[in-house]
């Protein structure tokens, strides 16, 4: 794991020192080298940066960037399967000179172009100078574990695995999109392919960028898309044979995330994915897995007890530390530095908290995200199946009489209902399902922090709904039903844009690797073509995956509601966090970059201090983005 920045100036401006400045803003991504590739001619400058963090060949001949006939790199991740691709490309007559996947992604370009994508299997942001071809070629792999910002304007090209890192140059224009503004306070996160930045976007997962230099145009091809796989029949499987065959598939899959130099250890949070991971990790091994858990003193929403106890069950090397709210609270501060745009998901903090005390003992960890989006397992999924059906069944007249009447009635003003927790942005809900009861409209108002009319009275300035994979139409009528729509979509947008990014900068803070077993692009294609009855099973969610896990932990143990770690945002921001809350969304703050109406942040305020308590999402998103614009752009 590492990180890699550069540029390609068709003005020839930037100088090595900048490129020396760029690279260094990521350094905690990599503190075991730096390196850079640095040419200037007559029509342009190339620049290329990297800071290593040792995982694989920790000598120093796998330094990057590295060069092989004309093929220059800098590489952010793992190629799991690189000795096999290694060894086909030794019998096509390839000699090597290091035992690292970055020179076998070198010489497989060289052997097969674009083609050799196909062969990977892993976690990529990749940027490749040809200096023949006089092209950048970058790289997004399938899922989009690993982050690639790039900025383009006046002939210049950048490039980073955080927007530090291209922020850093000198010519980069902080020029704030409020329509990313707009759908960041929507859903907590930015999606893809934009930034919070005009000119800067992300490379889309599953994606290759080639800027070609003596045009200065670039090419956007997608290589791997997941609607190609859920597009397909169903399989003719029984369910006893399905469960069985995922277990063959995750058992590889996993297998592969524990290639390594240097010590591995698992994420245990005592849920199934988690316990999934390490159950078929640790059942073929006499060596003990380490396994690390974060628990709270001052939550009953903790699941340390029960990973705990699945750790003793499997025989792993278990760690467990307990913090306190204020460990947890000193973060915060902290955030808009690690997720250097806009994020709002306040899981970063015991991810980053379990990232520092898995750091203490190993250098790579496996985190089991993705289990929820590949097998059915979120709550939202159950209120879609289950009622989904039951609001599109009303008869279209009554449905439009029932949203006019809501239309006219405040949810102020119906009695007792209104003091319920929840109850307004509930109402609201209802009321948009009543006028479009798809599937699509119904997981949107699941997902949203403001709704469409909540932010049309926020956002001061003019904006625009970004088009992302939230409209996603790619599922074909045929393959299409509901389940397959939302997993489809949260795989394209939340779990890509929020969880991914999420664990990447948590466990890069502390200069540790972060792989994600369950996004083996083997365990998406098959299970994607599962049929939808085997993953939601007569109402129970994830039931495939719950069956493996059993086989090893027993169900008496996993049986029990999911909690996670609790993060108290509602009470801190009643509390601990008024003040900086207070400074941060004051008028005179608000003002600074005149995004928002402060009459409705006033309000929004007002509203939850005197108790209207479910509003403390919207403020956490805004509370977000002033930290950040605090940071970044005062």
Same mark, same amino acid.
């Given at each position: 794991?590492?990180?890699?920045?550069?540029?390609?100036?068709?003005?020839?401006?930037?100088?090595?020192?900048?490129?020396?400045?760029?690279?260094?803003?990521?350094?905690? $991504?990599?503190?075991?080298?730096?390196?850079?590739?640095?040419?200037? =001619?007559?029509?342009?400058?190339?620049?290329?940066?990297?800071?290593? #963090?040792?995982?694989?060949?920790?000598?120093?001949?796998a330094n990057q960037p590295m060069e092989f006939d004309g093929l220059h790199i800098v590489y952010n991740g793992e190629i799991y399967n690189y000795n096999e691709i290694r060894n086909e490309l030794i019998t096509l007559g390839h000699q090597f000179l290091t035992h690292s996947d970055t020179e076998?992604?070198?010489?497989?370009?060289? +052997?097969?172009?674009?083609?050799?994508?196909?062969?990977? $299997?892993?976690?990529?942001?990749?940027?490749?100078?040809?200096?023949?071809?006089?092209?950048?070629?970058?790289? $997004?792999?399938?899922?989009?574990?690993?982050?690639?910002?790039?900025?383009?304007?006046?002939? #210049?090209?950048?490039?980073?695995?955080?927007?530090?890192?291209?922020?850093?140059?000198?010519?980069?224009?902080?020029?704030?999109?409020? @329509?990313?503004?707009?759908?960041?306070? /929507? %859903?907590?996160?930015?999606?893809?392919?934009?930034?919070?930045?005009?000119?800067?976007?992300?490379?889309?997962?599953?994606?290759?960028?080639?800027?070609?230099?003596?045009?200065?145009?670039?090419? *956007?091809? +997608?290589?791997? =898309?997941?609607?190609?796989?859920?597009?397909?029949?169903?399989?003719?499987?029984?369910?006893?044979?399905?469960?069985?065959?995922?277990?063959?598939?995750?058992?590889?899959?996993?297998?592969?995330?524990?290639?390594?130099?240097?010590?591995?250890?698992?994420?245990?949070?005592?849920?199934?994915?988690?316990?999934?991971?390490?159950?078929?990790?640790?059942?073929?091994?006499?060596?003990?897995?380490?396994?690390?858990?974060?628990?709270?003193?001052?939550?009953?929403?903790?699941?340390?007890?029960?990973?705990?106890?699945?750790?003793?069950?499997?025989?792993?090397?278990?760690?467990?530390?307990?913090?306190?709210?204020?460990?947890?609270?000193?973060?915060?501060?902290?955030?808009?530095?690690? %997720?250097?745009?806009?994020?709002?998901?306040?899981?970063?903090?015991?991810?980053?908290?379990?990232?520092?005390?898995? $750091?203490?003992?190993?250098?790579?960890?496996?985190?089991?995200?993705?289990?929820?989006?590949?097998?059915?397992?979120?709550?939202?999924?159950?209120?879609?199946?289950?009622?989904? @059906?039951?609001?599109?069944?009303?008869?279209?007249? !009554?449905?439009?009489?029932?949203?006019?009447?809501?239309?006219?009635?405040?949810?102020?003003?119906?009695?007792?209902?209104?003091?319920?927790?929840?109850?307004?942005?509930?109402?609201?809900?209802?009321?948009?399902? #009543?006028?479009?009861?798809?599937?699509?409209?119904? *997981?949107?108002?699941?997902?949203?922090?403001?709704?469409?009319?909540?932010?049309? !009275?926020?956002?001061?300035?003019?904006?625009?709904? !970004?088009?992302?994979?939230?409209?996603?139409?790619?599922?074909?009528?045929?393959?299409?039903?509901?389940?397959?729509?939302?997993?489809?979509?949260?795989? +394209?947008?939340?779990?890509?844009?929020?969880?991914?990014?999420?664990?990447?900068?948590?466990?890069?803070?502390?200069?540790?690797?972060?792989?994600?077993?369950?996004?083996?692009?083997?365990?998406?294609?098959?299970?994607? /073509?599962?049929?939808?009855? %085997?993953? %939601?099973? @007569?109402?129970?969610?994830?039931?495939? !995956?719950? /069956?493996?896990?059993?086989?090893?932990?027993?169900?008496?143990?996993?049986?029990?509601?999911?909690?996670?770690?609790?993060?108290?945002?509602?009470?801190?921001?009643?509390?601990? #966090?008024?003040?900086?809350?207070?400074?941060?969304?004051?008028?005179?703050?608000?003002?600074?970059?005149?995004?928002?109406?402060?009459?409705?942040?006033?309000?929004?305020?007002?509203?939850?201090?005197?108790?209207?308590?479910?509003?403390?999402?919207?403020?956490?998103? *805004?509370?977000?983005?002033?930290?950040?614009?605090?940071?970044?752009? @005062?």
């Amino acid at each position: 794991m590492c990180g890699i920045t550069g540029f390609i100036d068709l003005e020839k401006k930037t100088s090595e020192v900048v490129l020396r400045r760029m690279t260094n803003e990521i350094s905690h $991504r990599g503190p075991d080298g730096e390196g850079i590739y640095y040419s200037g =001619n007559n029509e342009f400058s190339v620049g290329l940066g990297h800071r290593r #963090l040792s995982i694989i060949d920790l000598s120093t001949a796998a330094n990057q960037p590295m060069e092989f006939d004309g093929l220059h790199i800098v590489y952010n991740g793992e190629i799991y399967n690189y000795n096999e691709i290694r060894n086909e490309l030794i019998t096509l007559g390839h000699q090597f000179l290091t035992h690292s996947d970055t020179e076998v992604i070198l010489h497989a370009w060289k +052997q097969w172009g674009e083609k050799s994508i196909d062969r990977w $299997r892993g976690m990529f942001a990749i940027a490749l100078y040809e200096e023949r071809a006089g092209e950048l070629v970058c790289i $997004r792999d399938r899922a989009g574990v690993k982050p690639f910002y790039y900025y383009f304007k006046d002939g #210049l090209f950048l490039f980073g695995s955080e927007l530090k890192a291209v922020m850093a140059h000198p010519q980069f224009e902080k020029t704030i999109d409020p @329509n990313t503004v707009a759908s960041f306070l /929507q %859903y907590g996160y930015i999606s893809f392919p934009y930034s919070i930045f005009k000119n800067t976007f992300k490379i889309p997962a599953g994606h290759l960028l080639r800027l070609k230099i003596d045009s200065g145009t670039i090419e *956007l091809k +997608q290589y791997w =898309n997941v609607y190609d796989h859920y597009n397909k029949p169903k399989l003719s499987i029984s369910l006893p044979e399905a469960i069985e065959e995922t277990e063959k598939i995750l058992s590889e899959s996993f297998a592969y995330r524990m290639v390594s130099d240097v010590p591995v250890g698992v994420f245990l949070s005592g849920g199934y994915d988690s316990s999934c991971v390490t159950a078929l990790l640790q059942k073929d091994r006499t060596e003990k897995i380490k396994t690390f858990t974060i628990g709270t003193t001052d939550n009953k929403l903790d699941e340390a007890p029960f990973a705990k106890e699945i750790a003793a069950h499997l025989g792993t090397d278990h760690t467990e530390y307990y913090c306190t709210s204020q460990e947890a609270l000193d973060i915060i501060p902290d955030l808009p530095y690690y %997720y250097d745009e806009p994020f709002a998901d306040s899981s970063a903090i015991p991810t980053i908290l379990v990232s520092r005390l898995a $750091r203490k003992k190993v250098t790579v960890a496996l985190s089991a995200d993705a289990g929820d989006e590949v097998f059915a397992g979120y709550n939202r999924y159950d209120y879609i199946s289950r009622y989904g @059906n039951k609001i599109a069944s009303i008869p279209k007249p !009554l449905r439009k009489l029932m949203a006019f009447i809501m239309e006219s009635v405040s949810s102020d003003r119906v009695p007792y209902f209104s003091r319920k927790r929840n109850f307004h942005s509930r109402y609201d809900k209802l009321k948009n399902l #009543l006028h479009d009861p798809s599937t699509s409209e119904l *997981l949107k108002n699941l997902n949203l922090v403001y709704s469409d009319k909540d932010i049309r !009275l926020l956002m001061k300035t003019p904006f625009y709904e !970004l088009k992302t994979h939230h409209r996603s139409d790619e599922l074909k009528p045929e393959f299409s039903d509901p389940l397959s729509f939302m997993m489809a979509i949260d795989y +394209q947008t939340y779990m890509a844009d929020d969880i991914l990014q999420k664990v990447d900068r948590a466990t890069m803070s502390v200069s540790l690797e972060g792989r994600e077993p369950f996004l083996d692009q083997h365990i998406i294609e098959w299970a994607a /073509q599962l049929p939808s009855e %085997y993953k %939601y099973y @007569n109402g129970e969610k994830k039931y495939i !995956l719950k /069956q493996i896990v059993h086989k090893y932990v027993p169900e008496s143990i996993m049986k029990r509601p999911k909690m996670g770690f609790g993060i108290p945002v509602e009470t801190w921001l009643s509390k601990e #966090l008024k003040g900086l809350v207070m400074e941060k969304l004051s008028n005179e703050n608000l003002k600074q970059h005149g995004l928002f109406n402060v009459s409705e942040v006033e309000k929004i305020l007002s509203d939850f201090y005197k108790g209207r308590t479910e509003k403390y999402l919207k403020i956490w998103n *805004l509370l977000m983005f002033q930290m950040w614009y605090a940071k970044w752009m @005062n």
